[in-house]
């Protein structure tokens, strides 16, 4: 059993689903509430909402969402808080497959300063 300490944090969140194998990056908006989690972002499929639940069961932070594409199809998201990142299992009808959701990293000052960021 994943112990978590970590709470989590509402921002921008990036990672990625796999599907047959790739993998496809995506990115999102999330805030964390009462128990509830909403949001909103956009990946290759086109942009998307969500909205969800989240509850701390004997230590483990555990995720589920509904992610519904705008006037498309919904996919149901269920995951853990596993060190500072959600990972878990997409689900439509049958088919299922894995992702990896992340905070986003800020871009330091002093790398935006030093020219190092490269966009």
Not at 12 to 39: N, S
Not at 40 to 68: A, H, N, P, S
Not at 93 to 118: N, Q, Y
Request: hydrophobic share 40%.
């Amino acid at each position: 059993m994943i112990r978590q300490s970590v709470d989590l944090v509402s921002g921008i969140w990036e990672g990625h689903y796999q599907q047959v194998g790739r993998r496809f990056p995506q990115k999102m908006t999330l805030e964390f509430a009462d128990g509830l989690v909403r949001g909103d972002g956009v990946d290759l499929i086109g942009t998307f909402t969500l909205d969800g639940e989240y509850r701390v069961d004997q230590g483990v932070i555990r995720i589920g969402w509904i992610k519904t594409y705008d006037g498309a199809h919904s996919v149901l998201y269920l995951g853990i808080l596993d060190g500072g990142a959600i990972t878990g299992q997409w689900r439509i009808d049958w088919f299922a497959d894995r992702f990896v959701l992340e905070p986003a990293r800020e871009v330091s000052r002093t790398a935006k300063r030093e020219g190092r960021l490269i966009e």
